[in-house]
């Protein structure tokens, strides 16, 4: 299947030339991958100062999120048996979540 075509909008039109030593451009490359990114895409949200967070990251607050909601489904189910319990877990989670934001909004201020 191939590419859509970008509106006039999305177009990038103006190019900027960085010079790298090679284990620069080696760490930016690992780094891009890390995230699920393109190098050009890792500099241009570094450089404009936006979130640049590690694909793992993004996948264990999912999972995270993914396992809250199960607990939430089951506390219902069980009419709430276990509750403090329940609900420790639950601000626990809570916490992790929050955690591994910061963790990537200061990654990406490095």
């Known amino acids: 299947m191939p590419r859509p075509r970008l509106t006039?909008?999305?177009k990038k039109e103006k190019?900027?030339?960085v010079r790298f030593r090679p284990e620069e451009m080696s760490e930016l490359s690992g780094q891009a991958d890390i995230c699920g990114l393109s190098v050009s895409e890792l500099v241009r949200r570094r450089s404009l100062?936006?979130?640049v967070a590690p694909a793992t990251d993004l996948k264990a607050i999912?999972?995270?999120r993914r396992i809250g909601g199960l607990l939430k489904l089951s506390f219902r189910e069980t009419g709430g048996v276990y509750?403090?319990?329940t609900a420790a877990i639950l601000?626990?989670?809570r916490e992790?979540?929050?955690m591994i934001g910061r963790k990537g909004d200061s990654s990406s201020d490095s």
């Open 96 to 98: 992790a979540i929050i």
């Open 83 to 85: 509750g403090d319990t």
């Open 15 to 17: 190019r900027l030339t």
């Open 91 to 93: 601000n626990d989670l």
């Open 62 to 64: 999912s999972e995270l």
């Open 8 to 10: 006039e909008a999305e």
């Open 49 to 51: 100062h936006r979130r």
